[in-house]
């Protein structure tokens, strides 16, 4: 099958998308408060290659000709995070001028550019200060964070009409507050289930906040995926398969649409029942706009008697025998066409988006150009599988490809790329790869 824009129809958009913390740096500039990722990242040991955001892409200066790169591929829209911490430093209360007048400053540079500005709310970078009062697992975080989202509505919405609530809370709940890998480096499950219960109920509190004021927005919130496979066709590789499901794929989305938890699933997730007050089941629900699908590889699952809560063990991407990427994960395109259908099957999901699709590679520049063939071919697959469940009836209305330009990859520090746009991080030079060439091309 061919590729054609036009196949995709005339109001599907098309964005590149980035998260605040991984490219503006700029951290302590103009009165922004310290987030949970400052901390972490200069916690010795936390950052494999144990470098840190502190200036990563200065998007905070460079904003101006970052934004036009993305006029010049072509593309329509762009997807950015607002910094809670550079807008309420202490996370609530006190407001920084200087810090909402960034965003306006991006926002209106967008807009000069003829792009539309889809918003993150939250793309994990909590302010400290509201860390030090337990985070993400102190029940009050759902009232601050409606807060925040009340004074974006006010300050943006007026020209933001694309707004996403969370970024990948499964991640950052998991990531952040269970393994403890990401920010805020928390481990365990008494961390980790009030954590996901309060971002999902911040989740629906913060679409109805940014309801309460703008009514005509489109409001959305993102969520990680992986299609899910049992690796044997045994009962109990089954059984593990659908409780990683539960939880890498249903946790966040059932709730917002009404569902509850999926806890018939996944039975563990009883042990949510003590954070849930009576009234909260009602309240976690939104009736979003559109739904954001992020994803960048299946999950293929064994039975483990050893692993606590799922009993399900990933099979390691290496021994897949597919094409690994420089994150180590194995390259499915199906992947995305089984999640789209997996996600249009619910009779809530009205739109799909998908906010992030992507790869990483170890490019280097040759010549003043960067050949990345392999990110064309990984772009190309992965829209083919789009086209396949649209044509399938899949209400599926963008893509945005992760990212805009290389980045701060969180715990992975700067070494994997997944830019369209290459970063050469020592002079902020910017190059455009020959990925971002063809999709100049091909939305031309
Ligand atoms: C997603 C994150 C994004 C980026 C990509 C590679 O999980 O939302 O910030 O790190 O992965």
Not at 27 to 50: C, L, N, Q, Y
Not at 130 to 136: H, T
Not at 188 to 217: M, T
Not at 368 to 394: M, N, S, T, W, Y
């Amino acid at each position: 099958m061919e590729l054609r824009k036009a196949d995709f129809g005339p109001q599907f958009r098309w964005g590149v998308a980035t998260a605040a913390y991984q490219i503006e740096g700029a951290v302590k500039e103009d009165g922004r408060g310290p987030s949970i990722w400052d901390t972490f990242a200069h916690t010795p040991g936390r950052i494999k290659t144990g470098e840190n955001a502190d200036v990563a892409c200065d998007f905070y200066h460079r904003y101006r000709e970052d934004t036009a790169l993305i006029r010049e591929m072509n593309f329509q829209a762009h997807r950015f995070s607002l910094a809670w911490p550079r807008i309420l430093p202490e996370g609530r209360g006190r407001l920084n001028p200087k810090g909402l007048d960034f965003y306006q400053r991006v926002i209106d540079r967008t807009l000069e550019l003829g792009l539309e500005p889809w918003v993150t709310l939250y793309h994990w970078d909590l302010p400290q200060a509201l860390e030090d009062q337990g985070g993400w697992t102190n029940r009050d975080v759902v009232g601050w964070f409606a807060e925040y989202a009340a004074v974006c509505a006010r300050a943006f919405g007026d020209r933001v009409r694309h707004w996403m609530v969370l970024n990948e809370p499964a991640v950052f709940t998991v990531l952040g507050y269970l393994q403890g890998r990401h920010a805020p480096g928390r481990r365990g499950l008494s961390s980790f289930l009030p954590a996901v219960h309060h971002a999902a109920l911040a989740q629906a509190e913060g679409g109805r906040a940014l309801r309460a004021s703008l009514p005509n927005a489109q409001i959305g919130t993102t969520f990680s995926a992986s299609y899910v496979q049992a690796a044997g066709p045994t009962w109990l590789s089954q059984m593990a398969a659908t409780q990683y499901d539960a939880i890498a794929n249903r946790l966040f989305l059932e709730p917002a649409l009404g569902l509850g938890y999926p806890w018939k699933r996944a039975p563990f997730l009883h042990l949510l029942r003590p954070y849930i007050r009576p009234g909260d089941l009602e309240r976690l629900a939104f009736d979003f706009d559109f739904i954001g699908l992020q994803t960048y590889f299946r999950q293929l699952v064994r039975f483990d008697p050893l692993m606590p809560a799922t009993w399900a063990r990933e099979v390691p991407h290496e021994e897949r025998g597919g094409e690994l990427t420089a994150m180590g994960w194995e390259v499915w395109p199906e992947n995305l066409y089984h999640l789209l259908k997996q996600f249009a099957a619910y009779p809530g999901v009205r739109r799909i988006i998908i906010t992030e699709n992507g790869v990483a590679y170890l490019d280097t520049p040759e010549g003043g150009r960067v050949h990345d063939p392999k990110r064309i071919a990984f772009i190309q697959a992965h829209l083919l599988q789009v086209r396949r469940a649209q044509q399938e009836g899949v209400p599926v209305e963008g893509y945005f490809y992760w990212s805009l330009m290389d980045n701060f990859e969180w715990a992975e520090g700067y070494r994997p790329r997944f830019g369209l746009v290459y970063v050469d991080y020592a002079t902020q030079k910017r190059i455009l790869k020959d990925s971002a060439l063809w999709f100049r091309e091909f939305l031309g």
